[in-house]
C-alpha cells in the first residue's frame, strides 16, 4: 500500500512539472508571436505606394497568362563565339528586342534581353561577381519552323527556343530544368522618352526669357565701354 502512494506521489509531481513545462511553453509561442506582429503593427503604411498608386505596377499586373505579345524571329538567330543573338518581337507594340543567350562553365545559362535600338544603355550593376564567368560554345542541334534547340558540349542539357509564342526551356536529358515565358506573362517595357510636362515647358520658357535679358544687358555694357 505504502508502494502504490509513493508511486501516485511521484507520477502526481511529474504530471505538475509536466503541466509547468507546457505552461511555460505556451507564454514562450505566445511571446513570439507577438514580436512577429508587433514590427508589423508598427509600419506606418502611408509611407508606401500601393499597386494601384504606381502605374508601373498597374502594367505589369493587368497581363493575364497564355496571351504572350512576344515572338522570337528565328531567322535572325546568330552564334557567335560566346553566345547566340536572337531578335523578339512584340507584335501589339512592335518594340524590337534583343535576346543574348550565353553557355556558362558547369552548364550553366545566362538570358539577356534589351532593346534592339535602346534610346540609351540600361543600367547594369557591376561588381556584382568578383570575375567574368567563364563561357562555354553553344550549338545549333535543331531546328524547324517554330522551334530553334541548343546544346551544350555535353549534348545532353539543351535550351529549346520556341517562336509564337515566345518561350523558352532549359532540360537537362528527359528533365525540364526551368522556363521562360512559359505562363506566356514576360512584360518588357521598353525605355520611352520623357513627355516634356506644363512645368517643365514654363522652366524652359522662363530660362529662355532671362537669358534673352541677361544677353541684352551685356551687349549693352560692351557698347557703353567701346
Known sequence: GEDLKGRSKVKGREFVKMA????????????????????SLTVDRSNFKTCEQSSFCKRQRSKSPGNSPYRALLDSLELKETSVKLQLINEVNKVPLLLEVYGLQGNIARIKINELNPIKPR???????????????????????????????????KILITSKPFR???????HLVASVNSRGLLFFEPLRKRKESFSDKVSSTVSS?????????????????T
Do not use: C
Request: aromatic share 10%; glycine share 4%; hydrophobic share 45%.
Open 123 to 157: 543600367y547594369e550593376v557591376s561588381d556584382v561577381l568578383v570575375q567574368d564567368p567563364v563561357t562555354v560554345p553553344l550549338k545549333v542541334s535543331g531546328r524547324d519552323e517554330n522551334s530553334a534547340e541548343l546544346s551544350f558540349a555535353d549534348g545532353v542539357h
Open 168 to 174: 523558352m526551356d532549359i532540360t537537362a536529358g528527359s
Open 20 to 39: 509547468a513545462v507546457i505552461d511555460w511553453l505556451h507564454w514562450l509561442v505566445l511571446i513570439w508571436i507577438s514580436l512577429l506582429v508587433m514590427p
Open 209 to 225: 526669357a532671362w537669358d534673352r535679358i541677361k544677353s541684352f544687358f551685356s551687349s549693352d555694357t560692351k557698347k557703353e565701354e
